[in-house]
């Protein structure tokens, strides 16, 4: 992460001057996630079940923190902020329905769910229209995200029918996955410090947020490999920002 810091500054040194603030960003509000995966898993050689998650939009949430360094175009109304930020997402209960013994015939079939969260590291160009009380923004980042997928379990559909859950759920994972994200926002100047060299700016921005995909562990009665995964961990959110520039 530092070198990319290093070598964006070094590409835009021609444009833009260092100036001396650091800025300390507080972030946080609603996320919208759409989540969708079909998957066949062999539980072992002759024991096929499919598993159908439901496309669902559940309200949950999405937290940050970052830091950054500014600077200022040469005679131009442009702020460049180049940061580091911090983000946890929750995207709440992953719900579908599993179709047992699909290789064997219909069966009754059985809800399941699971839960979801990232923890995500990024690095993050901001370009910053200054000209304006309200100052209109621009952002992208990219990095890298730990999606756990965990506390798995399921239960009969209809429970007056014959499914039974299984005594051997599949387990918690995390993985590693590459994360991009963009926003578009705005701030304005709330408040300055007479008696320290501090500024105060509000911000709200819409924010898409793609974190790769994850999957659950195995099941302890699993001889093969398949797993229950989302290929598409992504969110919207709109976000409200506190930075402090010092």
Not at 54 to 67: A, D, K, T
Request: glycine fraction near 6%; proline fraction near 6%.
């Amino acid at each position: 992460m530092k070198r990319i810091l290093l070598s964006l500054c070094f590409l835009l040194s021609p444009y833009f001057c260092q100036a001396s603030t650091l800025d300390i960003l507080l972030m946080g509000g609603p996320s919208v996630s759409t989540l969708s995966n079909n998957s066949n898993i062999n539980i072992n050689p002759s024991l096929v079940n499919e598993y159908k998650t439901q496309p669902q939009s559940p309200i949950q949430s999405v937290l940050g923190m970052g830091v950054a360094r500014s600077y200022v175009a040469f005679n131009k109304p442009i702020n460049l902020s180049l940061g580091l930020s911090g983000y946890y997402v929750d995207y709440g209960k992953i719900k579908g329905t599993e179709y047992p013994f699909i290789n064997d015939g219909l069966y009754d079939t059985l809800n399941y769910q699971f839960r979801a969260q990232s923890l995500v590291l990024m690095v993050e160009p901001r370009l910053i229209y200054t000209k304006f009380l309200w100052q209109p923004y621009a952002l992208v980042g990219m990095g890298v995200a730990w999606n756990h997928l965990y506390n798995y379990n399921e239960s009969p559909s209809v429970p007056a029918y014959s499914a039974a859950a299984s005594p051997y759920p599949f387990s918690n994972r995390t993985e590693a996955s590459f994360a991009y994200s963009f926003a578009l926002g705005i701030q304005r100047q709330i408040f300055n410090n007479s008696f320290k060299p501090l500024l105060y700016f509000v911000s709200v921005e819409y924010r898409y947020m793609n974190n790769g995909k994850g999957e659950l562990g195995a099941s302890s009665a699993q001889t093969t490999s398949d797993r229950i995964h989302i290929t598409n961990l992504a969110t919207q959110a709109i976000l409200l920002s506190l930075r402090i520039t010092v």
